[in-house]
């Protein structure tokens, strides 16, 4: 199996974290360098993980450590919530770092309305450009969507779509699951189907058809049940798996065969 979205430098506290919230916790809790993050996914045959970047300073820390290990690709990008950073400047070296062959996704990028750290503005900007350079470097576009269905597909269409599109850590309903596999979009499910209040997730997951589905931990945020309150980590994705293949009553085996290839058609052979 592999995780197609985590923090690798939120999760080893290689970033300012201030007491009380999530990074800090993560950071206090894990301790752990990359290589044992990494080995303790083996461990449970989690074999690749792709490494996300928010802002510049993610992106290249992300950058550098998947060109150290072989297993670990990166994904290079500004945030929508920091999306005012997302300069000419800055997005001419984002298009740098995604040209490397081990970056293979530009995300997260997309739309946020649950915050307003940055203007919509700046975020349709921000999100526009960043779909232009997933399609010229041949990348996957990793999208964060936070209560901004409609306008995120809206903007997909009239931009034009990368080949390869991710929403990560998918957060719509059954409704948005199919306008997404009409589209052809990958819908990428994370910790929260796992929980008991979150009943429209596993109903979009009985709607995405298997050749559409990722999974990923979003590590060091949102751990599926019963890991909730503590860090998650790529570790984790077989309970993901395992609540999928029971909500599309499929074997987890054969789950998890459909999703490694649709890993490597969205981020390449490994
Ligand atoms: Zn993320």
Known sequence: ???SHCHLDIMVGDRQASSGDPVALAAQAAQASVERIVEQARGVGVTRLVTIGYDLASSR??????RIHRDVYAGVA???????????EVL?????????PQVRAVGETGLDYYRDWAS??????????HIEIAKRTGKALVIHDRDAHDDVLRVLADQGAPDAVVFHSFSGDAEMAAKCAEAGYFM???GPVTYKNAGYLREAAETAPKELILVETDAPYLPPVPHRGKPNAPYLIPLIVRCLAEVKGMDPDELASAIRANGEAVF???
Do not use: Y
């Open 92 to 100: 001419a070296e984002i298009e740098e770092l995604a040209g490397e």
């Open 1 to 3: 199996m592999f995780d």
């Open 268 to 270: 390449g052979a490994w």
């Open 78 to 88: 500004i945030h929508p919530n920091e999306a005012h950073a997302a300069t000419p």
């Open 120 to 129: 919509k503005d700046d975020q349709h900007a921000s999100f526009r450009a």
């Open 61 to 66: 820390w992300n950058a550098d450590v998947a």
């Open 188 to 190: 990428s499910f994370s």
